[in-house]
């Protein structure tokens, strides 16, 4: 964060990681330390800016004393605990948890999951050709962003942005229960019959591409889309007075997408609907 | 709260039945017609939000009126909480009790679980679909809590009000008399044959089944009703505590926590109010008892409540009762009418100054609901999804305050503990596990029911007293997510500690006794299609696991050695995972039954 209130400073509390003794301030989380110290546990699920769900399980860790596994996510440190990240207990549920996702649901725009399902050695293919899988077409029922679960993970990030902790607009949530659970609106209506106010605040917490702007879908649909071509500005929103900032990706000189810093004190990475997709005004040229 | 609604209206029927629930709405922010002085103010914050755990009674009142769940009945009872219609839509679709799509006022559960699969539900699904016309809706479903009846089929016609009819053991005709005329159909026999045991002036749980009118207050305290209270109100609180940690009670729902220190942890909690929750949302397959203690003694439960608010300093109580139990209900509700007025609950109960009222919430059709966390976001009307632990709920429970939570057998335990004293409830059963305890015995036996036994006796011994049947092939100890044993393993004790000791587990206390009349991967096969159908859904290798192990024990279901190899090691590696990284216990024991038939019973060998 640019501009941080300090507040009361926070202790210190040590407790052991993979064997070396770490401090980390008190509150701080066990994937916190294990970030601190320089250790990629996998996350998918977990979301800087929101509180932590723990639902994907590929964080857990073993801790000393505790009969299940444990979400890194999550569980707050404690001082004295026993924290191990790297046994081949932890690493097989980890490997099982990849294999479950990448056999039922589309990855392929998930980041960073291609190299952890490398790294566990994960075969999703061993649960057959036949293994069920959500086959959910894209939902394409707005000119501004595009919902395919068929990619969803069900992190739950996008009702929690959407919810109580960003927008408090509540136009989403789960429905239905298990492997048939799904993200709806009231009565899986279109977006366009619900109370969505197309922030794209779920959209930016999305870790899969489930959700994604409307022309991204398209310019990955055509085979354009290319990150490698973009560049990113960031500048401040000039719609109204609040100040957001605002990182605008430009691909071919055209804006395809709007993202916000998640570390910005005013908009902590969410926006509106102005912000986030009012952008068309820019690259009219005529 | 800025909620959006559709055009959808609800019928004068749906409007009804949210209103006898909620009272009429006072203004158009409720969903009353819109008037000028409606205009001038906005009804917000709290006061709007506070009553979202009426949802699931919402729902209730919805569903048994109508028979679904209409969208204009929906945001009509949104409009009336305040609650935002795509949330209420998530928890309407989380249970399966409740339909969002139009169907027949007349719905059959058939249980298709695994005592009444024995009992030949499959014949008695088929029979009643060619019986019944398109006027009532077949649902095959997980077990109703009739085991000692099987096979069970439980009709309701949505109406005003809502009619109910329990067919057990069913026949075709029967079942299909229930649900074409629930009104007409004979009533079930009384609580005390689901008892082989009634009458015995030993049992101590189950002594006023059968003997006491189940209705009768008068009754109840003639054959030593609330002896147990009085004498909680003599103790105080930190006595009461004290007896019940002196006497080695621990949870009888399976998880065996000491009870005493479960009471003693919420007690001492600044944080106010303290909740006490009873759970009775039995959803384990196999499990009856607290079915039985329901029916056949209400004003125990009632009792027990009242003494452990009293120990924790609770004055509001929450029944979770699981909602295919309609009878169990209607007793209880009537069971907590009466002692409301008379005085044994209310402001003040027996003019001692401690105030104490119970709820009833019912379930709607979730196994994972029984679980403590998932049941508190039941009642608080979200989606019955478990939270994670920690915080645990004698510091964050119901409404996030400190809550008890305990089993209806458990509860019911305090009772003799009290009357009887610690020390000498503590003499009965083994040194780790005291006390008496039911065990629900179904299956293949001559005498299916609720037995009460000291901890300490073995199978074999339950078995003898239920008759099993020759040709023993299996006994499943603990329901769906507990373990078989084999045939040769008899002189197991039952106990926490000789089942731990012996690899396998008490659970709730099922004991259900399997020949071989059905194949066992047929039954390893609905216990994975049970835990696919009941996982929440919130983490993955519970979401995806159960599928995959259903998916697994389908493509061996008529293999054997080298040709079920490797699936078998594919169901380890996912069982593995699922124990380890799942949430919450229903991840975590859903592979317990299907590996200890491969370890103990050689199945697929």
New interface residues.
């Given amino acids: 964060m640019t501009v941080t209130p300090l507040g009361i400073p926070r202790r210190l509390l040590e407790f052991t990681l993979d064997g070396q003794e770490v401090r980390v301030p008190e509150g701080s989380t066990v994937l916190d330390a294990c970030r601190a110290a320089g250790k990629d546990v996998p996350t998918l699920c977990q979301g800087d800016t929101l509180r932590p769900k ?5 964080c ?1 860790v073993e801790v000393e004393g505790s009969r ?2 444990v ?1 890194a996510c ?1 569980r707050r440190a404690e001082p004295g605990m026993l924290v191990r990240t790297d046994t081949e ?1 932890a690493r ?2 980890r490997k ?2 990849l294999e ?2 990448a ?2 649901v589309d990855l392929s725009t998930t980041e960073r999951v291609a190299g952890w399902i490398k790294e566990y050695e994960a075969k999703p293919d ?3 050709p ?3 899988r959500l086959g959910e077409e894209p939902r394409v029922d707005n000119d501004l962003y595009v919902r395919d679960y068929d990619k969803c ?2 992190c ?1 990030k996008c009702v929690d942005a959407c ?1 109580d902790q960003w927008q ?14 799904r993200i ?6 279109p977006l366009t ?3 969505c106010v197309y922030c794209g605040n779920c959209i930016e917490v999305c870790p899969t591409g489930a959700l994604s702007f409307k022309s991204e879908f398209d310019m990955r649909a055509a085979g354009t889309w290319d990150e490698t071509k973009q560049t990113e500005t960031t500048t401040v929103c000039a719609y109204c007075g609040v100040g957001c900032n605002l990182t605008l990706h430009v691909q071919d000189n055209e804006i395809v997408k709007v993202t916000s810093p998640h570390d910005n004190p005013v908009t902590h990475g969410n926006l509106c609907i102005k912000g986030r997709f009012g952008y068309q005004h820019v690259q009219n040229r005529d | ?4 609604f ?1 055009d959808s209206k609800p019928t004068d029927d749906e409007r009804a039945a949210v209103d006898a629930l909620l009272g009429p709405p006072e203004s158009s922010w409720e969903g009353a017609d819109r008037s000028d002085a409606d205009l001038r103010w906005a009804r917000g914050g709290r006061a709007a939000r506070d009553r979202r755990d009426l949802l699931l009674p919402g729902l209730h009142a919805l569903s048994d009126r109508v028979g679904w769940i209409s ?1 204009g009945g ?1 945001d009509y009872l949104c409009r009336r909480l305040t609650v ?8 309407a ?2 249970y ?1 009790m409740f339909s ?1 799509r139009p169907r027949p006022a007349t719905v059959l559960h058939v249980c298709t679980d695994l005592a009444c699969t024995a009992a030949g539900a499959a014949d008695l699904c088929a029979g009643v679909e060619a019986g019944l016309g398109p006027g009532v809706s077949v649902q095959r479903g997980p077990c109703l809590g009739l085991c000692e009846r099987a096979p069970a089929a439980l009709a309701v016609r949505a109406g005003d009000p809502v009619r109910t009819a329990v067919s057990a053991p069913a026949t075709v005709r029967e079942a299909v008399l229930a649900a074409t005329a629930p009104d007409s159909a004979p009533e079930e026999p009384p609580a005390a044959t689901a008892v082989p045991q009634a009458g015995d002036p030993g049992l101590v749980l189950l002594g006023r089944v059968g003997l006491v009118d189940p209705s009768s207050l008068d009754d109840y305290r003639a054959h030593g009703g609330y002896t147990a209270l009085r004498r909680a109100f003599e103790l105080g609180p930190a006595g009461v505590i004290r007896e019940v940690t002196d006497s080695g009670l621990v949870g009888r729902g399976g998880a065996a926590f000491p009870t005493g220190r479960k009471w003693q942890a919420t007690a001492s909690q600044p944080d106010h109010p303290h909740y006490l929750v009873c759970n009775a949302d039995e959803s384990e397959p196999g499990t009856f008892k607290d079915r039985v203690l329901l029916e056949g003694d209400p004003y125990a439960l009632v009792e027990a409540m009242t003494i452990a608010a009293y120990a924790t300093g609770a004055h509001q109580g929450y029944v979770y009762l699981r909602g295919e139990y309609p009878r169990a209900l209607r007793r209880l509700e009537h069971a907590i009418a009466q002692a409301r007025a008379r005085g044994f609950l209310g402001d003040d109960v027996l003019g001692q100054g401690h105030a104490f009222d119970i709820e009833i919430r019912r379930g709607a059709g ?1 196994y994972i609901c029984g679980e403590e966390t998932a049941l508190f976001n039941s009642i608080e009307g979200y ?1 019955g999804e478990p939270r ?1 632990k920690p915080p645990f709920p004698v510091e964050k429970g119901l409404f996030g305050k400190p809550t008890v939570e305990n089993n209806v057998e458990t509860l019911v335990n305090v009772l003799p503990i009290l009357t009887m004293g610690a020390p000498a409830y503590a003499a009965i059963g083994t040194g780790k596990s005291t006390g008496p305890k039911l065990f629900c015995v179904s299956g293949s036996v001559d005498r299916p029911g609720v037995y009460e036994l000291p901890f300490g006796a073995t199978l074999g011994e339950v078995l003898e007293l239920a008759g099993v049947r020759p040709g023993l092939r299996a006994v499943l100890l603990g329901g769906a997510a507990g373990g078989f044993v084999r045939p040769d393993e008899l002189d197991i004790p039952l106990t926490f500690e000789g089942t731990r000791e012996a690899g396998t587990t008490l659970g709730s206390g099922v004991v259900m006794a399997f020949d071989d009349s059905v194949p066992l991967p047929r039954l390893l096969l609905r216990i994975a299609e049970f835990f ?10 519970c ?6 192990q259903e ?1 697994a024990l389908h ?1 061996i279901v008529e293999r054997t050695g080298a040709a079920a190899a490797d699936d078998i090691a ?1 169901l380890r ?2 069982g ?2 699922l ?5 919450c216990g229903l991840g ?1 024991t859903a592979w317990n039954a299907v590996e200890s038939a491969i370890d103990r019973l050689g199945a697929y060998a």
């Avoid at chain 1, 723990?54 to 590929?58: E, I, L, Q, S």
């Fill in positions: 723990n639902a994907c399980r590929v857990v299940t596994l979400p999550s207990r097989h549920s099982i948890v479950l996702l056999s039922s061993r649960f057959g036949d293994a069920a993970i069900l739950y919810g408090n607009t509540f136009a989403i949530s789960v429905s239905g229960r298990g492997f048939d659970a709806a609106v009231e009565q899986d209506a019959d619900s109370a | 709260m800025d909620l959006h559709g969208e929906l935002p219609p795509a949330e209420a839509y998530g928890v679709t989380f399966a969002l979730a989606r994670s696919r159908d009941e996982s929440c859904g919130q983490c993955v290798p979401r995806v696991g159960t599928v995959r998916e493509r594919l590696e996912v593995r995972a124990r380890d990284a799942s949430i975590q």
